[in-house]
């Protein structure tokens, strides 16, 4: 099982920027497809962003443009760059480490966005 520890939330006002990060126990790292998903009271878990063991990327549509998702495997972390922030990224957000046999997740890190 590897540990997910996700840093980097908070508030912030529309249109500004906060950068999550996600620190993997693991030292096969860069073996796992690693995502980001979020989640809103009364809705289901999301997919914003995932990021392959190759560095292929994958967003959601309402993302795109505005979140990047990048891995830097010496570190083993994960990382997702949120610009140009909208009300409705608000969210509790989750990373993900996907394997052929598993999947584990984060604790979660709050973002809102409110001015």
């Known amino acids: 099982q590897v540990q997910l520890v996700e840093s980097g939330g908070g508030l912030v006002q529309p249109g500004g920027s906060l950068r999550l990060s996600c620190a993997a126990s693991?030292?096969?790292?860069?073996?796992?497809?690693m995502g980001w998903y979020r989640q809103t009271p009364g809705k289901e878990r999301e997919l914003v962003a995932s990021i392959r063991t190759d560095g292929d990327t994958n967003y959601a549509d309402s993302v795109k443009g505005r979140f990047t998702i990048s891995r830097d495997n010496a570190k083993n972390t994960v990382y997702l760059q949120m610009n140009s922030l909208k009300f409705e990224d608000t969210a509790v957000y989750y990373c993900?480490?996907?394997?052929?046999?598993?999947?584990?997740w984060g604790q979660g890190a709050q973002v809102s966005v409110s001015s």
């Open positions: 693991t030292s096969i790292f860069r073996f796992y497809i």
């Open positions: 993900n480490a996907r394997s052929l046999r598993t999947s584990d």
